[in-house]
Nanobody
């Protein structure tokens, strides 16, 4: 069991950038993947970007090169750089971690640890 604390959300205009951070507390030895998910009002929570413990990254199609996931193992931190933001990127962004091996890294069902979320709002 780990605790995840997100930060870095905010309000920006379309085309702007934000950097989300996730601090990971607890026993990280058994983690297989870390990732970012998002949920807009009235919509399902969806995977945005994931990095596994081999350093492989996975991105949702809608990212299209605009976002970048990274981690700092020494500091137990996960990051998501958001560039060229669009109004449709407005959502609560959640950090997630899993001790499970999942064949579908961007599916929320494979994750068993969640943060409280950080809000990203993009205005046109």
């Amino acid at each position: 069991q780990v605790q995840l604390v997100e930060s870095g959300g905010g309000s920006v205009q379309a085309g702007g950038s934000l950097r989300l951070s996730c601090a990971v507390f607890g026993n990280t030895a058994g983690l297989k993947s870390l990732g970012w998910f998002r949920q807009a009002p009235g919509k399902e929570r969806e995977g945005v970007a994931v990095i596994d413990n081999d350093g492989r990254t996975f991105y949702a199609d809608f990212v299209k090169g605009r976002f970048a996931i990274s981690q700092n193992n020494a500091e137990n931190a996960l990051y998501l750089q958001l560039n060229n933001l669009k109004p449709e990127d407005t959502a609560m962004y959640y950090c997630a971690a899993t001790t499970l091996i999942t064949p579908w890294p961007l599916r929320r069902s494979g994750y068993n640890n969640w943060g409280q979320g950080t809000q990203v709002t993009v205005s046109s």
